[in-house]
């Protein structure tokens, strides 16, 4: 049997088409999530007591990643239990939120105090596991008194929520004034916030002569007095979608974990999002709340990794590796007889390989999906995945996945249509140059946190401008069919756009194209987000965070009356 032939066994195509269960990691069945994982230099560099954040995008692993930690953390476990890994998913612990509420410090508490039960309850349920006995047979006196000597210290602090103050039957309680006085050390101010009223539960009866007070710094106490009884075994807590919380709650999350956990025997790994994390701000007085960056907490970021047009082997070899894995989990017997250095050879054409790895940009989500629906737009079954089917299937997922989130916005629609214009459909490329200035423009980082833009390279410079530092971006060429660009765009045949736009497979020959700020500027006064600056004459872009404090033109920095 050849290769083509083997590309069109039914076997194949079922296989193939199940990837499409593991894609995301919180919804596969997988039971190894480290035996598949790709790249497993990344997981020594969580094997630390170090607080981590892992920044990435949507689709760059982070979950995957926290999970086969988990499984690395079991695995290193079997002869000494050195560490016990806690995954938790936030998202589970969001209070609504109403279209008229504002998140608090309160809504904070709670939900410090959902993930505190967490951690307390994982602990007691795996106590045997921790202590290395036996999950079957008779336990010995010594092994029964350790194990009650925790659940009775666990259970101390297992708190009970009544919508006004945090109590537990018979023990403890974080009162009112214990609220009081942790926002009075924030210096916080009060804001209208969430209704937290409800009925208490019927099984909530206690007599307030029995409860006492329990402060943050007590719950440390507790803590660390269970990682002596644990006899020192580390607690890791695995922190997922962590920027799903709202943005202006996560500092004051942060501050409740520095304060509680920070000096302690647990370590945090937290998955977050770029953009949409805020892990310390500065409040009145310029106090600092949250987790310091390099401090408190050290970042990891793996986002970015596996760029083509920097590192064409290291990329094709991580893709070799993660298509291979993959399958292999689904049906290793059927694909085994492939050379495992040439795996994903067999699937794609020369040309169409450097397109798929240029096309996912980094992110395996993409890859996947994108493997999926090139595989199935095959229509010549004599042929491997060819440059068309590649091309056909970024329009398609893009239409899928990213589509609606652009539409949702009518600012940041309109914004990369410009862009596209210029780039696609004006210049047939995908590749532009970006000031380095307008890294934080709103729009820009927009895209980039909705995998449509893709930074490929930092501080690069122009072919013909030397005064600017410029960064390499990249546009996700599968959008533009789906936009509403210009007339003519709808007048040419799909097949013959797709075929003009001509990819790059090294980074430096994109400098022929950049955005500078005549882009900018038109797009700001169009919709509304830019003045002309009275000093400098040049506009003002009303969203500059220079310009939102301290009312600062951003481009000669002049005060604007």
């Not at 994390?277 to 408190?296: A, M, N, P, Q, V």
């Not at 440059?387 to 916005?409: F, G, M, P, Q």
């Not at 500027?521 to 002309?532: A, C, M, R, S, T």
Request: net charge neutral; charged share 30%; glycine share 4%.
């Amino acid at each position: 049997m050849n290769e083509i032939e083997f590309l069109n066994l039914n076997d194949v195509k079922e296989a193939i088409n199940k990837l499409s269960n593991n894609i995301r990691s919180e919804r596969s069945d997988l039971e190894n999530y480290l035996k598949i994982y790709a790249d497993k230099n990344i997981i020594s560099r969580l094997d630390n007591n170090n607080n981590q954040v892992i920044f990435g995008r949507r689709g760059t692993g982070k979950t995957h990643l926290l999970f086969a930690y988990e499984k690395y953390i079991i695995d290193k476990n079997e002869n000494d239990i050195s560490k016990f890994p806690i995954y938790i998913d936030l998202r589970k612990f969001l209070p609504l939120f109403s279209l008229n509420s504002s998140p608090n410090i309160e809504t904070s508490i709670i939900i410090f105090q959902s993930l505190l039960n967490e951690i307390v309850n994982q602990i007691i349920d795996n106590s045997k596991y921790i202590f290395g006995i036996k999950e079957y047979g008779v336990k010995t006196k010594i092994e029964e008194e350790r194990i009650n000597k925790i659940q009775k210290l666990l259970k101390s602090i297992n708190i009970e929520f009544d919508g006004k103050a945090f109590k537990k039957l018979g023990d403890f309680e974080f009162s009112i004034e214990e609220q009081k006085k942790l926002k009075s050390s924030l210096n916080i101010n009060e804001k209208p916030g969430i209704n937290l009223e409800r009925e208490k539960d019927s099984k909530i009866n206690f007599t307030q002569n029995n409860i006492t007070y329990i402060s943050f710094t007590e719950i440390s106490k507790i803590l660390d007095e269970l990682t002596y009884q644990l006899n020192g075994v580390r607690i890791v807590c695995l922190l997922d979608e962590w920027s799903e919380i709202p943005l202006d709650l996560q500092p004051y999350l942060a501050e409740l974990l520095k304060r509680v956990f920070i000096a302690s025997n647990y370590t945090f790994k937290i998955a977050a999002i770029p953009y949409r994390t805020k892990l310390r701000i500065s409040t009145h007085g310029d106090i600092k709340i949250g987790l310091e960056e390099g401090g408190d907490i050290f970042p990891l970021n793996i986002d970015n990794r596996y760029i083509y047009e920097k590192d064409k082997i290291t990329t094709r070899n991580f893709y070799n590796e993660l298509l291979k894995n993959h399958l292999y989990e689904i049906d290793e017997e059927l694909f085994k007889k492939i050379d495992d250095n040439k795996f994903i050879n067999i699937f794609f054409a020369t040309q169409s390989l450097s397109e798929i790895l240029i096309a996912s940009a980094g992110i395996p989500r993409d890859f996947i999906n994108l493997f999926i629906l090139s595989f199935n737009n095959r229509i010549n079954k004599n042929q491997r995945i060819i440059l068309k089917n590649v091309r056909n299937a970024t329009t398609e997922w893009y239409s899928s996945d990213k589509k609606e989130e652009i539409d949702k916005d009518i600012l940041t629609k309109k914004f990369f249509e410009e862009l596209v214009n210029i780039v696609i459909i004006e210049k047939a490329k995908t590749h532009f140059l970006l000031p380095q200035k307008y890294s934080d423009n709103a729009q820009i980082r927009k895209l980039v946190d909705l995998r449509v833009l893709h930074l490929r390279e930092k501080g690069i410079s122009h072919r013909h401008i030397q005064s600017k530092t410029y960064d390499v971006y990249s546009i996700d060429y599968g959008s533009y069919t789906s936009l509403d660009i210009t007339k003519n765009t709808l007048d040419t045949d799909l097949n013959e756009m797709l075929a003009r736009v001509k990819t790059i497979e090294n980074l430096r020959d994109a400098r022929s194209l950049s955005i500078e700020d005549d882009f900018f500027d038109k797009f700001n006064l169009e919709v509304g987000q830019g003045i002309k600056c009275p000093s400098c004459s040049k506009t003002i872009d009303t969203n500059h965070p220079a310009y939102i404090k301290q009312n600062i033109c951003n481009n000669c920095y002049e005060k604007v009356e």
